[in-house]
């Protein structure tokens, strides 16, 4: 609840710190967007978008049990409100990040995706209200047409901002935000759906409806301030260029190799993590509440440590070679849970640290590979391509395990992180003949390598 | 089941599976090949099976069957004995002789009051036996879910007094099926499998098995609970002469490929004067299935309690072939309970199904597939050559492109 007021109060003040720029007024630091102070009001706005929308997306898993009871669901029919989101996404965040590129340009196409993604929370709402499970369903897919592609949106608005200064801490910024998004949601979603069973005094799926409708009216909230903030103060240059459909085609090798990494990652992280409990609790006889907790420590230490890793990033630059110090980790961390009996808790730490450390050095890498008015379509595809290989995987995942049981898993997941490193390899070998050895091998946050 | 007499042969010309022994890592990924799994500890040998049902009688005996499967190997013998007379009973001689026999005096047998009505010909030729009794079934009331039987016991159901039915063979496996009065139309059924050559189970938990052991497996199909949250427990005991099985040891492995999910193996071996020697053993993964087909998700965890001396009369009053064999039975008892906190009850699925292997010497070991090696070899090798690769290719670049600013000696 803390957090609650506490982003109610900043709220506040960024509110008014908006209303005294009139217009045709000399600009005070706070509006000028060349000064470090009015950056940091856009990444104010900016993490909020995220937490938004990660508040929203685990909506549904803080109150799992709520849901269950309440609506009478089995946990596969659970697991649907969470498959409705991803799937659409596979192809809707590419074409979401063409149509920022193209059609919209990124302010009119955020504020686009925010009614979107605000109005559909209201039918989950409503669908939880009146006690349908399509509806709900049917919220959770709009919700993803327009959550996702906000996120496209904001990694773009990120390079916009902050593209050549401290765009990776921005990044670090973001995750950790969307975590805390994530955590406040699942800490604070149990709390008002009690405070409003007391209210309503019959528990059920109108209490549930109404805590979701409360949940909802606060996020978009936040979210509307952030495009209000964008539409006042961003003036975007526009360029001549414009990207086609078939400039995909074009795009540079090494931003398809980025791609391939950034799935290959990803996959080793995330499916682990899903079937993560019943292996801390076989193979290291766990509880199963040491289990969950092993389990969410990567997110636990993404929240705090990837704004400093971020920090760190800018500082020294070099963001190839710190993606392949996460790439190494991350294999080391797999390693050690396949083959040791070592205590979890410190592979997953590692797989933490290194998981935070590669979300705000790869990232970032993009908007130097790609010239800008292709950004939104670049962003777009990645977080398609990730979509789409986080959703086969975990099926793969799934089956494996079934199979051939959690070390094979594991070496499949070895497996998945050396041939990062092998692209990882090639990437640095093609920079290195190629022309952007310069921008990748050796950016410093500060160079204004960007234009 | 037709005449009493009937001996079948079992197909013995198994076709030649090539065996390693060089465990030389690198050498194994070149020399994958098919065969299923690496089995280090002694020989990797081959058996003939020839299995005969009550041997020597002229008759159906009545109370239960009696089978016999005679494992011949190059200089050895292991005898497979399996009665339902009384509680079922799976006693396991080794001789030295691989024209060893079993003799039934059949009315000294079925009178059940003497020993020394089964023996070994020539007897002087055994080298070791072991055998293991499934004395009874328990039931208790886990109302609180904490699956921790101590108190809520029902009366236990004493296997001795099922009702068995006859064995059913199929080669070298037989399938025993038995029912107290209060089963409804429930049984609980007993497989023995004997193997001719080392291999692995068909359906989970997939255990590994050589010639030298066989392997029991136990399944509880559509008994009605006592309880609407019942549990079970299985009470096993071992009989041995010299060198009963006297301790459980488990280990941890890293390797859960054949049985997916589980990191554990018990082994209830008969020690040699606290040596490491193994003479005999039972094997089991501590976890048991809720489905006769199981796949991972029917996977239930299982435990056992510390095996306690028992007392030899007991045993013998509640199997006919343990009287039999035995004149003073050395004699282990340990519980395997079915179920952790929180799992489903037995009534969820009506099906409780559990697999041991009983055997001679050390018991098989679980190594790597070569799958998983494979996949390390090539998943784990290649990226590593490439990146050696990948270093020289830059480096040797480098210095081509950077020869005007070599280091040069400082003086």
Not at chain 1, 358 to 375: D, G, K, N, R
Not at chain 1, 420 to 445: A, D, P
Request: with cysteine; aromatic share 12%.
């Amino acid at each position: 609840m803390d957090e609650y007021e506490e982003r109610q109060s900043l709220l506040g003040d960024e509110g008014e710190g908006s209303s005294t720029s009139g217009p045709g007024r000399a600009l005070p630091a706070i509006c000028d967007p060349s000064h470090l102070l009015h950056r940091v009001i856009v990444l104010v706005f900016m993490c909020f978008l995220g937490f938004g929308s990660y508040f929203c997306y685990d909506n549904p898993a803080a109150l799992q049990t709520q849901v269950l009871q309440d609506l009478n669901l089995n946990t596969a029919g659970f697991m649907q409100l969470y498959a409705w989101y991803s799937w659409p996404n596979v192809v809707l965040c590419f074409f979401g990040g063409f149509l920022i590129d193209r059609v919209f340009g990124i302010r009119l196409f955020s504020l686009l995706c925010l009614t979107f993604s605000t109005s559909t929370q209201i039918i989950f709402a409503t669908g939880a209200l009146v006690n349908r499970f399509w509806v709900m369903a049917l919220g959770r897919f709009v919700f993803g047409i327009g959550g996702e592609s906000l996120a496209v949106a904001q990694n773009t608005y990120a390079v916009n901002w902050f593209k050549g200064k401290e765009l990776n801490l921005v990044f670090g910024l973001q995750l950790s935000m969307a975590r805390l998004g994530s955590t406040v949601n699942m800490n604070i979603m149990g709390w008002v759906y009690n405070r409003v069973a007391v209210l309503v005094g019959s528990p059920g799926y109108t209490v549930l409806g109404i805590s979701l409708m409360i949940g909802k009216y606060y996020t978009p909230k936040v979210k509307t301030y952030n495009s209000a903030e964008k539409i006042l103060h961003k003036e975007q240059g526009k360029t001549g260029e414009v990207i086609k459909l078939t400039d995909v085609k074009d795009f540079p090798i090494t931003l398809w190799l980025i791609f391939i990494i950034c799935v290959g990652y990803y996959v080793a992280v995330f499916p682990f993590i899903g079937l993560g409990q019943v292996f801390f609790i076989e193979k290291f006889s766990f509880s199963p509440a040491e289990a969950r907790a092993v389990n969410s420590i990567v997110y636990i230490i993404s929240a705090p440590v990837s704004p400093v890793l971020g920090f760190i990033v800018d500082k020294t630059g070099r963001n190839v070679v710190w993606v392949m110090i996460a790439v190494v980790t991350t294999l080391a961390a797999h390693m050690m849970l396949a083959f040791t009996f070592w205590n979890p808790w410190i592979a997953m730490s590692l797989l933490g640290v290194s998981y935070s450390l590669l979300a705000c050095a790869l990232w970032p890498m993009v908007a130097f590979v790609v010239p800008e008015h292709q950004l939104g379509t670049a962003y777009g595809f990645m977080q398609s391509i990730q979509n789409l290989g986080l959703a086969l995987i975990a099926m793969a995942a799934g089956a494996i395990v079934d199979a051939k049981g959690y070390l094979m898993l594991e070496v499949f997941f070895c497996a998945c992180i050396c041939s990062q490193y092998f692209l990882l390899i090639s990437l640095c070998v093609y920079e290195n003949v190629g022309r952007w050895t310069l921008l990748i091998f050796r950016i410093k946050g500060t160079t204004s390598s960007a234009e | 089941m037709k005449g009493s007499c009937d001996s079948l042969t079992v197909n013995m010309a198994a076709e030649k599976k090539s065996s390693c022994r060089v465990f030389t890592l690198t050498f194994q990924v070149f020399v994958l090949g098919l065969s299923q799994s690496f089995y280090i500890g002694g020989e990797v040998n081959k058996r003939q099976l020839f299995v005969e049902l009550n041997p020597g009688s002229t008759s159906v005996p009545p109370g239960g069957d009696l089978l016999h499967v005679r494992a011949v190997g190059n200089n050895d013998t292991l005898h497979f004995l399996f009665c339902s007379q009384g509680a079922p009973t799976l006693l396991l001689i080794h001789t030295n002789s691989s024209s060893s026999d079993i003799k039934v005096d059949w009315p000294l047998f079925l009178a059940r009051n003497t020993s020394g009505s089964l023996k070994v010909e020539p007897e002087s030729s055994t080298l070791y036996s072991t055998a293991v009794v499934f004395s009874r079934l328990l039931e208790y009331d886990d109302a609180n879910d904490t699956a921790d039987p101590n108190s809520d016991f029902f009366p236990p159901y004493e296997l001795q007094d099922f009702t068995w039915s006859r064995l059913k063979l199929s080669g070298p496996v037989a399938v025993l099926c038995g029912a107290a009065a209060t089963f409804a139309n429930g049984s609980l059924c007993l497989q023995l499998s004997v193997f001719e050559s080392e291999g692995r189970g068909q359906s989970l938990p997939h255990l590994l098995h050589s010639a030298n052991s066989s392997q029991l497996g136990v399944w509880l199909d559509g008994v009605l609970p006592r309880a609407t949250r019942s549990r079970f427990l299985l009470e096993l005991q071992a009989v041995g002469g010299a060198y009963p099985l006297t301790r459980v040891d488990t280990s941890r492995s890293i390797d859960d490929e054949f049985t997916p999910s589980i990191f554990k193996v018990s082994q209830w071996v008969s020690s040699l004067n606290g040596s490491s020697e193994v003479l005999g053993f039972v094997q089991w993964k501590p976890v048991a299935y809720s489905q006769s087909n199981p796949t991972l998700e029917d996977a239930t965890p299982c435990s056992h309690t510390n095996p306690r001396l028992q007392k030899g009369e007991m045993i013998m009053a509640s199997s006919s072939l343990i009287h039999a064999f035995y004149t003073e039975p050395e004699t282990f008892g340990l519980n395997v309970s079915f179920g952790l906190a929180g799992d489903p009850f037995y009534n969820s699925t009506k099906f409780l199904g559990w697999t041991m292997l009983v055997g001679i010497g050390s018991p098989p070991v679980d190594l790597f597939s070569p799958l998983v090696i494979a996949v390390m070899a090539v998943g784990l090798g290649t990226p590593m050559i490439l990146l050696l690769l990948g270093v020289i290719w830059v480096s040797v670049h480098k210095r081509g492109t950077d020869s005007t600013t070599v280091y040069q000696p400082i003086n």
